[in-house]
């Protein structure tokens, strides 16, 4: 059975850094991109970007270019999102989702975690 | 950027059949997935490429997508349908997916 597992519940002061991670089992790691999605609080869903664990290929959308990270460890079928300078407007909850090559959609989506930014 | 618009709530009576909307230029030529969203809990695809879906989603979801409007239907809907629901496609220019600002469903 496939899993998604993401790392727990964060609380940050704005200005440090971060890294959030997201654990696959049940399927190849590499045979399926993980993408990020942000929600903030009471709101929708929104694309973050994709990572390709074959070679570490990254794509993101606009409005997070240059504030995250997506990465990858094939070694250990590990995703991560990182920043290296945190604001309060970063306060969400982060998920992982699984999309196959040739798919355009998430079929697993890990259980989330909440980030939370405050001074 | 492809913008993806979705009415913010809709409500029904037990039973009955719920349609949320999806609408984008030219909708129709894209694939549109579906996602139900329960309250405090990650979400789940229902249906996908407009009108699969996968396996363990009741019947009672199916999807349909015509020219500027993509629709979920959900028949002889449950209390436990009360979610917010996501349509989302593949933009192809960009690479990037793209969700509409999500539908609450209220089972009355």
């Known amino acids: 059975e496939v899993h998604l597992v993401q790392s727990g519940a964060e609380v940050k002061k704005p200005g440090e850094s971060l890294r959030i991670s997201c654990k696959a089992s049940g399927y190849s790691f590499t045979s399926h991109w993980i993408s990020w999605v942000r929600q903030m609080p009471g709101k929708g869903l929104e694309w973050m970007g994709k990572i390709d664990p074959r070679d570490s290929y990254t794509n993101y959308s606009p409005s997070f270019q240059g504030h995250v990270t997506i990465s990858a460890d094939k070694s250990i079928s590990t995703a991560y999102l990182q920043w290296s300078s945190l604001r309060a407007s970063d306060t969400a909850i982060y998920y992982c989702a699984r999309r196959e090559y040739n798919k355009n959609y998430g079929d697993n989506w890990g259980q989330g975690t909440l980030v939370t930014v405050s001074s | 950027s492809y913008v993806l618009t979705q009415p913010p709530s809709v409500s029904v009576a037990p039973g009955q059949t719920a349609s949320i909307t999806c609408g984008g230029d030219?909708?129709?030529?894209?694939?549109v997935h579906w996602y139900q969203q329960r309250p405090g809990q990650a979400p789940v695809l229902v249906v996908f490429?407009?009108?699969d879906r996968p396996s363990g989603i009741p019947e009672r979801f199916s999807g349909s997508n015509f020219v500027d409007t993509a629709t979920l239907t959900i028949n002889r809907v449950e209390a436990g349908d009360e979610a917010a629901y996501y349509c989302?496609?593949?933009?192809?220019?960009?690479?990037?997916?793209?969700f509409g600002g999500g539908t609450k469903l209220t089972v009355l």
């Open positions: 989302q496609v593949w933009d192809a220019h960009s690479d990037h997916w793209v």
């Open positions: 490429d407009d009108s």
């Open positions: 030219h909708i129709g030529s894209k694939n």
